[in-house]
């Protein structure tokens, strides 16, 4: 299950395993994501 495609988007809950990494594209963090 690692093996993403940059097509593929979201996942559920029940999908997460400990330990996974994912590369997502970055972005800056302002104020309203905070709040």
Same mark, same amino acid.
């Given at each position: 299950m690692g093996n993403f495609s940059p097509e593929q988007r979201g996942m +559920? +809950? #029940? #999908? +997460? #395993?400990?330990g996974l990494k994912i590369i997502t594209p970055?972005?800056?963090v302002t104020e309203a994501d905070i709040v």
């Amino acid at each position: 299950m690692g093996n993403f495609s940059p097509e593929q988007r979201g996942m +559920f +809950f #029940e #999908e +997460f #395993e400990v330990g996974l990494k994912i590369i997502t594209p970055g972005r800056t963090v302002t104020e309203a994501d905070i709040v």
